[in-house]
């Protein structure tokens, strides 16, 4: 295992075990996270809404003596909190679920502008923030940021901060924070993690062929994940890369690959810009699923839907048209389609890609459900009554 300083003396794993996508079966989740420590990996990021996370990785590490083992980075969910005595509710109902009595790194999660950190300040957040780090229950204070670069570079200078995380893979290179907020907090001495290095595992299992046969010339003993990892640990304003690992299989691919990580040479660098300009003429709309939009008050899966939508380009349309008719129960008495959207907007509140996913859902509708189609899932549905 490769360690990056924290710029406090810390030695962290360059991979970290994003626990948002955690597997079902809870007996394959404890080999992953034990499986996880044996490799060296000793950075663990969840958050209060992750389902079922935090409980699970709390009882994990309980159960193994593992607490001191591992670093636990959680997050304060900003958007659920309206006055000052909900940030000692939600820290208190962690502190609970994860076994333990203090937080190694906590986010402020999901900022998204810096309107929002006035709030949180004109609700007393440093002098909170102060009391839980002279009591030793936090140790590190960050925060993970969804927005554009102005505002981030505002939250940035506006206090002193132990650490932050942002969006950032070679497709995102100057999305949100991008590149120009990375060199920005490396510069103020900040540690930067980062999360979606694979947009969603896209940019792993959902590239277009002629990206991957690209790859595959270019080194064919990398694998698309290992071409989209690199890129960031090829930065070394970077601390920690999170990966949401949903198998032990999975985890272990990845401990190959930062294993044996080596930097990028120009030629390599070359091949990425061939591969993102191909991707972009494909990608169509930039879901990362991480399902904050969920749930929705129709029913209507959106992530699923994106994900068809966009494969329905990348892969075909009979592979993104068996995708949606799976994700939406087209062909069931009570389909859950895109069509079915009340424009609450309750979902794009909490985007953090800031997609307008009501205008894109219309968009998954008209290419899926052309009158000839529905007639087709009719048809389907009345042979599957019988």
Known sequence: MQYRDDKHGTKLSALGLGCMRFPRDKRETERMILAAIEGGINYFDTAYIYPGSE??????????????DVYIATKLPLMMC???SDF???????????????????????????????????????????????????HKIGFSYHGTCDDFMKVLDSYTWEFCMIQYNYYDENY????????????????VMVMEPLLGGKLATGLPKQ???????????LTPADWGLWWIWNHPEVTVVLSGMDSVHVMESNLRSVNNFRSLTENDLAVYADVVELFRK?????????????????????????TAYNASYIQGF???????????????RNPLSPRFCNECGKCEKVCPQ???????????ARRFESPPLRVGFAVVRKMISR
């Open 82 to 84: 309206k006055s000052a």
């Open 211 to 221: 990206a991957v046969e690209m790859f595959a010339e270019a080194d064919s003993s």
């Open 282 to 306: 494909s990608y169509k709309i930039k879901c990362t699923g991480c399902n904050y939009c969920l749930p929705c008050p129709k029913g209507i899966s959106i992530p699923s839907c994106f």
């Open 88 to 138: 000692d509710k939600f820290f208190d109902e962690q502190l609970r679920r994860l076994q333990t009595d203090y937080i190694d790194y906590y986010f402020l999660h999901s900022m998204s502008d810096f309107t929002q950190w006035k709030f949180l300040q004109e609700l007393g957040i440093e002098k909170w923030i102060a009391e839980k780090k002279k009591s030793g229950q936090i």
């Open 55 to 68: 409980v699970t990785l709390g009882e994990i590490l309980a159960k193994h003596d593992k607490r001191k």
């Open 318 to 332: 009979r592979t993104g048209i068996m995708l949606y008719a799976t994700s939406t129960a087209a062909v069931k």
């Open 176 to 191: 949100q924070a991008g590149k120009k907020g990375l060199l920005a907090a490396a510069k103020k001495g900040i540690p």
């Open 354 to 364: 800031n997609i307008p996913i009501r205008k894109e859902l219309k968009r998954v």
